[in-house]
């Protein structure tokens, strides 16, 4: 199972530029890629309380595994297979990286990879690690006694990981992790007939849609917060696109931003554990919407500093030209937004574990899984925000700021509307707590 975590390690990867293949090969506005992304993003968000209750009422945590295992591998081969070289005889187009040689076939195998690769998302999210406790207490058998086999397909993904960044054919960046996905599949399936199977769980449904709707406003600022996470692999990648990853004489791929981030993670955790430790999820969510507010106007900033650098070197109309400006100012914006997501996953833990009582243990697990899908509808709203947007901005201003490509737009002015919307969040948040204390008094 080991397998299955290194697999999914190597495709975070190789998706985290998928916003600069279908803007550089599919030559799709900056837009209408991450708007993609953003719905797929949520989509692969909102699914896994759906197949909580699937594994809960029909499937179980294993079977669950296989399903899910199953889709992550026909998704990532058929993206593979989506991509101009390989289907180009078959399907009568060119072998190219450009858009005329992306044809109907292809972009089918895309979106369709895609949908099956939310799915394995989802399903891996649900079971993986519950299936992992499962093992836990198993002697020496099935969990154990491919743990050579394990070991090794995990540092290959982490290797290729590391090595992906600078294979320049789509086909085999995105064959790779298809290729290992499918070897972790089948090594997982070897143990079919050995693996323990849990019981399946309760479903409280009543009890998941009562606390809920006691919860509103807080899901507001769930909303807000999907949003603004919405903006890393897509309009963060998009500004790091062009820009300087040297470090000396040597340049670095674009997957250090997701090293730095995930490493900012690691030292936010901890700080927002200590700062939940005798505060109420609330007052973290509170925090939250303050770092939301911090990584947004920083963005904006870095992003007034990058086109400053555009029309200064004369580089409006050249979108696919180096920018002389170090991609490293965006460390600021990354480091902030894995604040964001630090508190905001602490804080829902927090509020999940107000219901971690022995009889409603499933209740915090629901939970859980609902906030995140509320979260998942903030990266969809994301889609549709920067097309309102765009509107209101030709509309008021003449001039959209949202063009075909990034330096004709105006990225800044987006970050700043976010920043707005998490402070407005933050004002509700606290208005509400206010009124929420002032009726207990009264009560009291």
């Known amino acids: 199972m080991g397998t299955l975590l290194g697999a999914e390690i190597l495709v975070t990867y190789a998706f985290f530029e998928m916003q600069n293949y279908l803007t550089n090969v599919w030559h799709l506005s900056f837009t209408h890629a991450a708007g993609i992304l953003n719905l797929w993003n949520g989509i692969s968000m909102v699914l896994p309380?759906?197949?909580?209750?699937?594994?809960?009422?029909?499937t179980g945590n294993f079977a669950m595994l296989v399903?899910?295992?199953t889709a992550y591998t026909l998704g990532t081969v058929m993206v593979a297979i989506s991509t101009p070289p390989l289907l180009a005889n078959a399907t009568g187009t060119c072998k190219q990286?450009?858009?005329h040689c992306v044809g109907r076939v292809q972009k089918t195998l895309f979106y369709t990879g895609m949908a099956f690769v939310a799915v394995g998302i989802a399903g891996h999210l649900v079971s993986l690690h519950p299936f992992l406790e499962e093992q836990q207490d198993r002697p020496n058998d099935a969990g154990h006694i491919q743990v050579g086999g394990y070991?090794?397909?995990?540092?290959?993904?982490?290797?290729?990981a590391i090595a992906l960044p600078f294979i320049k054919p789509w086909s085999i960046r995105f064959g790779i992790p298809a290729i290992c996905t499918a070897l972790a599949t089948l090594l997982y399936l070897t143990g079919w007939c050995k693996y323990d199977?849990?019981?399946?769980?309760?479903?409280?449904l009543s009890s998941v849609c009562r606390v809920f709707a006691t919860k509103?406003?807080?899901?507001?600022?769930?909303v807000v917060c999907g949003m603004v996470s919405a903006i890393r692999n897509t309009y963060f990648v998009a500004q790091a696109n062009h820009l300087n990853r040297r470090i000396g004489g040597r340049e670095v791929p674009i997957q250090v931003l997701l090293l730095i981030l995930s490493g900012a993670k690691q030292v936010f955790a901890p700080l927002a554990d200590k700062f939940l430790n005798a505060r109420a999820p609330s007052t973290g969510m509170g925090v939250t919407m303050v770092l939301s507010v911090l990584c947004c106007v920083t963005a904006a900033e870095t992003e007034r500093r990058r086109l400053d650098v555009v029309r200064s070197h004369g580089l409006v109309d050249k979108p696919d030209e180096d920018i002389p400006m170090t991609v490293y100012w965006l460390v600021f914006q990354f480091v902030l937004l894995a604040g964001v997501d630090s508190f905001f996953e602490k804080s829902i833990a927090k509020f999940c574990d107000g219901y971690d009582q022995s009889n409603e243990e499933s209740l915090k697990k629901y939970l859980g899984y609902?906030?995140?899908?509320v979260c998942g509808v903030g990266f969809m709203c994301s889609a549709l925000s920067v097309y309102a947007v765009g509107k209101i901005s030709e509309r008021v201003g003449g001039r959209n700021w949202f063009e075909h490509t990034l330096n004709e737009s105006r990225l800044d002015n987006y970050f700043l509307v976010l920043a707005c919307l998490s402070g407005a969040s933050l004002i509700v948040l606290v208005f509400v707590g206010l009124c929420i204390k002032l009726i207990r008094r009264v009560c009291i």
């Not at 070991?151 to 290729?160: E, I, P, R």
């Not at 609902?370 to 899908?373: A, P, S």
């Open 151 to 160: 070991t090794l397909l995990v540092l290959l993904s982490l290797t290729g």
């Open 49 to 58: 309380l759906l197949l909580l209750f699937v594994v809960d009422t029909i």
């Open 216 to 222: 509103v406003p807080v899901c507001t600022a769930v």
């Open 67 to 69: 399903l899910s295992s």
């Open 370 to 373: 609902l906030n995140k899908g």
């Open 197 to 204: 199977r849990g019981p399946r769980g309760r479903v409280p």
């Open 97 to 99: 990286y450009e858009p």
